[in-house]
């Protein structure tokens, strides 16, 4: 594989993003850039330089948020989100004025649950689903189908990247989009253009990273 290149956002320059061309695996689709975002979701300046940003979507509207579902490993940068929309005054509606989050649970078939310990985080709650990246929008798709399924109200979906701009009729707030990567592709499984071209594939990936093929 190659070398990462850095990306620095117009809007965001603070926040930076690697990429790495090639033939990537997702669980959901084959994509032709794998955005490495580990040390974004994980070092601590990185992590509240990404909250900062993506905080600012909601500082100056009438959004609720009362828990933030992270995905994809973003639980740090869910803690920090949750600062900043607090110190911004986001309005919440829980008694005790501080923001819940919160790591969904996935069971075999890869549907989200939440228990029942974890219901006063959902049910009745304004939600803001919070992932790394969004190639496809299936995962969001599936999030949204079990939070109301469990009772709880989407007002917010953010991530670092999205190729889509709008599921389920609402707007997906990310740092970079596609016009970001103008090249960036994502096909389905039974039909990749890189497949058909014979490329390789470079590496399986998720959330948690990837894993190179040899």
């Known amino acids: 594989m190659q070398t990462y290149t850095k990306m620095r956002s117009r809007k965001f320059p603070e926040v930076i993003m690697k990429v790495i061309p090639g033939h ?11 955005i490495d975002m580990t040390t974004m979701k994980t070092r601590q300046n990185e992590a509240m330089a990404a909250a ?17 579902v992270c995905m994809d490993g973003m639980e740090v940068i869910g803690a920090y989100l949750a600062q900043e929309l607090t110190n911004a005054g986001v309005m919440t509606t829980n008694t005790h004025k501080t923001i819940y989050i919160y790591t969904p ?3 075999t078939q890869g549907q989200m649950i939440f228990r029942e310990s974890s219901d006063m985080m959902i049910r009745g709650k304004h939600i803001l689903i919070l992932l790394a990246s969004a190639t496809t929008g299936q995962t969001i798709l599936r999030a949204g189908e079990a939070i109301n399924y469990y009772g709880g109200t989407i007002t917010g979906i953010t991530a ?19 016009q970001d ?13 890189l497949c058909k071209k014979n490329v390789p594939i470079d590496a399986i990936c998720n959330s948690f990273g990837y894993s190179k093929l040899t």
Request: glycine share 2%; aromatic share 14%; hydrophobic share 35%.
């Open 105 to 107: 649970e996935f069971d």
């Open 181 to 193: 990567l103008p090249d960036y592709r994502s096909y389905s499984a039974t039909d990749c253009a």
């Open 24 to 34: 990537f695996v997702t669980p959901n689709s084959h994509i032709n850039y794998y």
């Open 52 to 68: 900062k940003a993506m905080a600012s979507t909601y500082s100056n509207n009438n959004t609720i948020v009362d828990t933030i």
């Open 160 to 178: 670092i990247f999205s190729a889509p701009t709008k599921i389920m009729g609402r707007q997906i707030h990310s740092l970079y989009k596609i």
